[in-house]
Structure formats: C-alpha cells, structure tokens
C-alpha cells in the first residue's frame, strides 16, 4: 500500500481506505477502482494524496479501530453536532454506543495510531473528533486507566469542539490569523461545549470537562480560566496533546503539514510549558513515528515503504536493492533500522 500525491495515481488502482464525503458517509469505499472520474472528482474535492495498492493483497493492514467502527464514529459525530447546532435533544446513545466499541477496541488489540488520514475541508471536523478521540483513548491506555474512564475520556475527546456548533462560520473558516474580537468569540466555544455536555445526565461531568478545558496550558497561558497545571484534569491534558498532534499532521492549520515526528518533536519542545511532559511521553507510545505509507531510507541505504506498524514491530516492503520487493519486519532488536522518512 502506498500514500501517494494525487498526481502520481493512475487509473485501475485501488483505494486502500474508505474516503469520506461531506456529510460524513463513505463516498467511495475501500477496493474501489481509481477510474478517471473518480480521480477528477477527488481533485476537485481538494484531497492531495491517497491510499493506494496495485492489488487486493496491497489493502490489508490493520489501521487503529475497524473500519466500520471508524465510519459510525463519523456518523455519529456528524448526528450529534448536527443536532447541538439545531438546538435539539442531543441523544447520545449512538455516540456513546459508539465509544464503547472504540474503546473495547483500543484495549483488546495492540493498537498504534497508524494512518496519515486522508481529510479535506469539508469533511474535517468529523475525521478531527474520532481521531482526537482514538489517540487519547491509546493514550489513556498506555497510561494505565480501565475501561470505564477510557470510556468517560474517548466519550469527551469526541465531542471536545461541540461548542464550536454556537461560533460563526465566518470566524471558524477564516484561514488568516483571527481578530482580537474574533479570536475573543472563538475562545467561547470551550465553556458553551461544558454547557452543553454538563445538561446530559448519561454523559459523566468529567467528559464535559474535556470540553471545558482542552485549552488550558500547564503554564496558565490557555483558556478560558487559564487553569495551572494541577487545576487541569488528566482528560484534558491528554485530549489537548492529541487534538495538537492530530491538527498538526492533517493540515488544518495554515502551516505546511507535518510528519508524525515532527509533529512530536514540536510538542515535546513545548513541554512542560504548554503540556504535561507524562503525556507527551505516552503520546509518542501511542502512535506510529513512521505511519503505514511512508517512503523510509535505511540504515543499509536501500529505500522501503511501510506497509504495517504495531506497537512491537514495523513491517517493510523494500522499493530498492536486489531484494526488491521484499517484505520483511522490524523490531527493537533488528540490525536493519529506519533511518529517516524520505516521503
Ligand atoms: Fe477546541
């Protein structure tokens, strides 16, 4: 499987990961064939690059939760923020049905945040919330919570923005910096999200706290209280940690994208003053340095790509070499090691 530029696909590949439409549904599911149309079609939806495989076999890895559970993550997410912004009963037994399977998910298998997701414009804040919510959830988890907790941190890591529903469009689409004023309103979205969560008696407080708090700084410099670091619950700091890495590697911002390690790099540079370095720590636990589709030199000089990655072992195909072609898998102890990603 390979994560390629748009311009570098061509037609009869096939589509290793379901790509989501505006509303949240898959679009064009995973084993599609990548016909002219279709790539015309994904251009003029702004994606960049794709997952693709030259055949069947190409398709299978394991990403961080099952494919279905992903997109009734989606769908959910998009039902519940729907609603918030129509001002109707939220009704969150799917989002927390939902959540139940994430979690029991994350804790049963071996799970590393292992993709580059392939987001555009419109369909972000859906695919931002589930992932936000997964990478805490394997943070949580290498951190050492039980189930019920990674339950009341997964629940409030997915509906951390819900309060934005109440800020204007014109402000949350802006892509120059915000306005003093603007940025004052935009600040809001935080305590109308507690507002919200804190009404649902099937919701626990401390989810709602997520909500509430995913901007407070160890240092105090966030908002809206500008807690310390000992005012800040666990869910918070770690939620804060993996929507900054999430934000970071998908584009969102108005900065070039950064690859996974340098996107970890940033966040332990800004620690301990903006986040607690014990979650930073678990963080770079829990997902993958080099995500399933990056072009890598090695430290014998030939050039891979990685096809598969788990907490205890990369799998490689090698692109270069008289072994061509060849897959083989890393762990701790191999003489061979990833030197850098090239692409
Ligand atoms: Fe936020």
Request: glycine content about 6%; overall charge negative; cysteine-free.
């Amino acid at each position: 499987m390979r994560y390629l530029p748009l311009a570098e696909i061509r037609e009869g590949m096939l589509l290793a990961r379901n790509i989501y439409g505006n509303d949240g549904r898959v679009l064009l599911v995973k084993g599609a064939k990548l016909t002219k149309t279709y790539l015309q079609k994904l251009k003029e939806m702004n994606y960049t690059h794709l997952y693709v495989g030259e055949k069947e076999e190409d398709l299978e890895f394991k990403g961080p939760i099952s494919d279905q559970t992903y997109s009734e993550a989606i769908a959910a997410v998009r039902e519940v923020l729907l609603r918030a912004a129509k001002d109707q009963n939220l009704g969150l037994k799917t989002v927390l049905d939902v959540v139940d399977f994430m979690v029991d998910e994350v804790v049963e298998e071996d799970v590393l945040f292992n993709i580059i997701d392939l987001k555009n414009h419109n369909n972000y804040t859906y695919l931002h919330s589930v992932n936000v919510s997964i990478i805490s959830t394997i943070m949580g988890k290498v951190l050492g919570l039980n189930r019920n907790k990674l339950k009341e941190l997964a629940a409030g890591a997915l509906l951390h923005d819900i309060g934005k529903v109440f800020i204007e469009n014109t402000i949350l689409e802006k892509t120059e910096d915000l306005s003093y004023q603007e940025y004052e309103k935009m600040m809001f979205h935080s305590k109308y999200g507690f507002d919200l969560l804190r009404e649902i008696p099937e919701l626990s407080l401390l989810s709602a706290h997520v909500a509430y708090q995913h901007h407070e700084r160890e240092d105090g410099s966030g908002y809206p209280r500008a807690l310390n670091a000992d005012e800040i619950h666990l869910y918070a700091k770690i939620t804060m940690v993996a929507d900054s890495y999430d934000a970071m590697t998908s584009g969102r911002s108005y900065r070039r994208v950064l690859w996974s390690h340098e996107a970890i790099e940033e966040l332990i540079s800004d620690s301990p003053k903006k986040y607690d370095p014990k979650v930073v720590t678990a963080l770079t636990q829990s997902v993958a340095l080099y995500p399933v589709g990056s072009v890598v030199l090695l430290n014998n000089l030939e050039v891979a790509i990685v096809n598969d990655v788990s907490t205890k072992r990369i799998r490689i195909q090698l692109l270069t070499g008289e072994k061509k072609g060849e897959i083989i898998e890393l762990f701790a102890d191999s003489l061979i090691k990833i030197e850098r990603r090239l692409s």
